[in-house]
Structure formats: structure tokens, C-alpha cells
């Protein structure tokens, strides 16, 4: 028994809520998992049907009644997850734990802000779940791998936005003095924004340049934009090539990470017993 088992002993019912709950190695926690992932799919679909107009008035009353009645299942199961871990706080704060939780919170909010239901529809977000509960390993290990490429390429990544920052900083502050308030750029914020969208290449077309000095600063901000975007790509894709681990399925007891490795027996991020 290693220290933390020792600080944090777990009890059998504790053990086996955690293995139906966040496993799916048993018949139990498969069952669980793939009724839960029905529902999940269910309460959205009653969402997003509701805000069909026509399907709302006729059967406003029902969906009302079926969103209390999945809010209700999916705190009671929340609570669940909590009380299952060894560590509530740990889970609470993880990512899963704080999607678990923005998918109930909507549901009460309702009661003081009217409308704010509709953003139950982020439980959609809880079916990423699906390529662990259905072992998926071959996906499991790919999600795993680009995990690892974008943890290691995030101070590169970090940089390039920095870089992308001062750059539509500067060329917003060119094409506000070059524009002016008569056509459209009314302050530097206004274009900044502008220099966002061209540089990005998306080009909303609500502000566009009628000078020719600011067609010519246009044009060299959308050719720069093309080779901007390939930035990123590259920097991910040179960490894909070399992370090459297998990973299991495999969710922590003590502090709920994943991504271990398959053959790993004690958790790589608080050693305890997996």
C-alpha cells in the first residue's frame, strides 16, 4: 500500500461505485456508461427540439418536464462521481468534472435567468467519453498522441499568438491612421478587429479599405495571413511525429487522470495503484 492509499483508504463501496461509475472494464460499468451516453444524446436532442418554434408550442410543456427530469438523473450522478473518488476536489476541478458540472447548472439557472436552458446542449461535450467506455483503444491512443503533440508544442504555440498579437496590433494602428473615422475605422480597438478578420483570411466585408496606401497594407496582411495559419500546423505536426506512446484506459482513483500509458500499473501523475 503506497503512502496515499495510506492517507486516502478507499472502501468497498466506494471501490465499487468507482468501477461502474468511471470504468468500463465491467458488464456493470458498460451498462451504466452506455445508458448514460443515451441520455446524454436524449436530453440534447429535447433541447434542441424545443427550440423549434412550432415544436415548442405544441410540446413546450413535455420537453419542460423531460429537461427537469434529465437535470435531476444527471446531478444525482455528479454527486455520484464525487462520492466515488477518493479526492472530490481533484475530480471536481478536472476537465470531465467541470463539464459534468455546466451540464447540470443550466437546468436551475433557468428558474432566474429564462432562455439559459438552451445551453444544456453543452452535454454534448460529455460524449467524448464514448472511445473509453466502448474501448476504443485504437482512438484512445490517437487522442493520446495528439494530446501529448499539443501539450508539447504549447510554449511554441504560446509565442506565435503573442506574435499574431503584436502584429494586428501594429497593422491596426496603420490602417486607423491610414483609414480614418470617415471610412469605418472609428477607433484602433475597430481596427484591430479588422486586421483579425483579414489576417485570418475570413473577411466579414463590414470594413474593407477606400484608400489605395490601405488596399496595398490589405493585401499584404491577407497574403501574410496564408502563411501565418501555417504556422501552427507545423509546429503540431513535427510533435506528432514524435510522440509514439500507447495508451490504456485507464482513469486514476485518487486524482482522475487519464492518457496513462498501457502497460502502466501505478498512475504517472500521483503514483497511486490503477
Known sequence: MNKIEQEYPGTPLRDRLHEIIFEADTRAGK???????????????????ESVKSLGEEYGEAFYYFE??????????????????????????????IIDLLAIIPGYLR???????????????????????????????????????LRASRRK????????????????????????????????????????????????GDLSPKTALGKMLSSIVMILGYAIIAVPTGIVTAELTRANRKYSTQVCPECHSQDHDADAVFCKYCGAHL
Not at 40 to 49: F, Y
Not at 112 to 129: K, N, S, V
Not at 173 to 180: A, D, N, P, R
Not at 181 to 186: A, L
Open 68 to 97: 427537469w427530469i434529465f437535470t435531476v438523473f444527471f446531478t444525482l450522478e455528479y454527486i455520484l462521481r464525487l462520492l466515488s473518488v477518493r479526492r472530490p476536489l481533484r475530480y471536481a476541478f478536472s476537465f470531465f468534472g
Open 31 to 49: 451498462i451504466f456508461d452506455l445508458v448514460l451516453l443515451w441520455l446524454i444524446i436524449t436530453s440534447v436532442a429535447v433541447v434542441i427540439l
Open 111 to 149: 428558474l432566474l435567468i429564462p432562455g439559459t436552458h438552451y445551453l444544456l446542449t453543452i452535454r454534448i461535450l460529455r460524449l467524448l467519453r464514448i472511445f473509453r467506455i466502448l474501448k476504443l483503444t485504437e482512438y484512445i491512443m490517437e487522442a493520446g498522441v495528439i494530446t501529448s503533440a
Open 157 to 204: 504555440i504560446s509565442v506565435f499568438i503573442l506574435a499574431v498579437l503584436a502584429i494586428v496590433t501594429v497593422v491596426g494602428s496603420l490602417i486607423y491612421v491610414i483609414e480614418g473615422e470617415e471610412n469605418g475605422f472609428t477607433d484602433i480597438p475597430t481596427s484591430i478587429y479588422w486586421a483579425i478578420v483579414t489576417l485570418t483570411t475570413v473577411g466579414y
